[in-house]
């Protein structure tokens, strides 16, 4: 599978979520190694486990040398205090993590993406950035 391929996955995992996530954006991401995907996950209802804790999750400890297609930047601080999303992808071991678009959030805005690649990950990012921006447009609204 393409990275396009996969990040409309993302996408469309986190459309159904959209307007139920309370303050947080709707969120997708997709552990992948080359057509093998060994995990998912949406921002849930109320916003929280985020997508990438629920895609690690479902990789069930297999994340190591994946890539993760990410719709927003992961979080580098959780308002609520738990482990933020970009640590969590590097202690999954991920070894990619391609982003739709950046988070202007101040839970992220950049920082997120400096976390990962300090940490050696490689990051792209800007794939697909107009449909995710479109998806979560109320929370751009807020924070742009």
């Keep these: 599978m393409t990275d396009a391929t996969l990040m409309r996955r993302a996408l469309d995992l986190a459309a159904p ?3 139920r996530t309370g303050d947080n954006p709707a969120v997708g ?6 057509d093998a995907v060994f995990g998912e996950g949406a921002t849930a209802e109320g916003g929280r486990p ?10 069930g400890g297999a994340a190591q040398g994946l890539t993760a297609y990410v719709t927003l930047e992961p979080c580098a601080k959780r308002s609520a205090g738990g482990v933020a999303c970009a640590d969590r992808l590097i202690e999954a071991g991920v070894a990619r993590v391609v982003i739709a678009t950046r988070d202007p959030h101040p839970n992220a805005s950049g920082a997120g993406i400096s976390r990962l690649q300090a ?11 107009a449909d995710a921006r479109a998806q979560n447009a109320a929370f751009f609204a807020k924070w742009d």
């Design 119 to 129: 940490a050696g990950v490689i990051v792209e990012f800007g794939l697909l950035d």
């Design 50 to 59: 985020h997508a990438e804790e629920l895609a690690i999750v479902a990789a």
């Design 29 to 34: 991401c997709v552990l992948a190694l080359g």
């Design 17 to 19: 979520m959209v307007g």
